[in-house]
């Protein structure tokens, strides 16, 4: 873990405002009757079984069909095969995924503004997203570019949308988790630790799929207004 203390304060990553957005999440999560806490020591982790209905389900696992294409860190030359599965992004006038966006928003509390477009992945028998985290390494030249887009990513919401009959499991091995989700459900976590840094026990990975496809949407959240252009 980096040196908090040590660090250059960066208005991009500005722990009051990190730690204010998951107050702001956490008081509507643990509040809703809908939203099971699967883990609070060490990170925040949330299960929302039935987000989505099987027909919206069906529409968008359709859509990323037609579009989709090898993920971003595809190859790697340091990480072989670091994640092999294929990405659509979704289009911002794209009608179908809006009323789901503005859903998981709601939900969250977070103004849609403050978020990255939507993204579908589709994993076929072998394919896998390594451990990773979703938070922004400041120190990192990448920084640069996706600092002034939105600042640092708060949470993080991913929808199942058709599970593989075995294997893509969603892993937190710092946290001992390891998530199944059922087609419809939403997985929700916070990046963040309650004093808004970088949390490191949010290490997570897509398992292998064994057998089957999985299709899943993910949606993240920033700290400033997202300004991501594709």
């Given at each position: 873990?980096?040196d908090?203390?040590?660090?250059?304060?960066d208005p991009?990553a500005?722990?009051r405002?990190l730690?204010?957005?998951?107050?702001?999440?956490?008081?509507?999560?643990?509040?809703?009757?809908?939203?099971?806490?699967?883990?609070?020591?060490?990170?925040?982790?949330?299960?929302?079984?039935?987000?989505?209905?099987r027909?919206d389900?069906?529409?968008?696992v359709?859509?990323?069909?037609?579009k989709?294409?090898p993920?971003?860190?595809?190859?790697?030359?340091?990480?072989p095969?670091?994640?092999?599965?294929?990405?659509?992004?979704?289009?911002?006038?794209?009608?179908l995924?809006?009323?789901?966006?503005?859903?998981?928003?709601?939900?969250?509390?977070?103004?849609?503004?403050?978020?990255?477009?939507?993204?579908?992945?589709?994993?076929?028998?072998?394919?896998?997203?390594?451990?990773?985290?979703d938070?922004?390494?400041?120190?990192?030249?990448?920084?640069?570019?996706?600092?002034?887009?939105?600042?640092q990513?708060?949470?993080?919401a991913?929808?199942?949308?058709?599970?593989?009959?075995?294997?893509?499991?969603?892993?937190?091995?710092?946290?001992?988790l390891?998530?199944?989700?059922?087609?419809?459900?939403?997985?929700?976590?916070?990046?963040?630790?309650?004093?808004?840094?970088?949390?490191?026990?949010?290490?997570?990975?897509?398992?292998?799929v064994?057998?089957g496809?999985?299709h899943?949407i993910?949606?993240?959240?920033?700290?400033?207004?997202?300004?991501?252009?594709?």
């Open positions: 873990m980096h908090q203390a040590l660090a250059p304060f991009l500005d722990p405002k730690a204010w957005f998951g107050e702001c999440v956490r008081r509507r999560l643990t509040t809703h009757p809908a939203v099971e806490q699967l883990c609070s020591e060490g990170a925040e982790v949330f299960l929302v079984k039935g987000f989505l209905k027909r389900c069906k529409d968008l359709e859509a990323i069909n037609r989709a294409e993920s971003p860190l595809y190859r790697s030359p340091d990480l095969a670091y994640r092999t599965s294929y990405t659509h992004h979704f289009a911002n006038d794209d009608p995924p809006k009323s789901c966006e503005q859903y998981i928003a709601d939900l969250l509390g977070i103004d849609l503004v403050y978020s990255e477009r939507m993204q579908g992945q589709r994993y076929t028998t072998g394919q896998e997203f390594k451990h990773h985290y938070y922004i390494e400041t120190d990192q030249d990448y920084w640069k570019v996706e600092g002034p887009r939105g600042g990513r708060t949470w993080t991913m929808i199942c949308l058709h599970q593989a009959n075995e294997g893509g499991e969603t892993e937190f091995p710092e946290l001992g390891r998530v199944h989700l059922p087609t419809g459900a939403m997985l929700v976590w916070n990046n963040m630790t309650p004093e808004g840094h970088p949390n490191t026990r949010t290490l997570h990975a897509g398992l292998p064994r057998r496809v999985k899943v993910t949606k993240w959240f920033r700290q400033e207004p997202c300004r991501l252009l594709f």
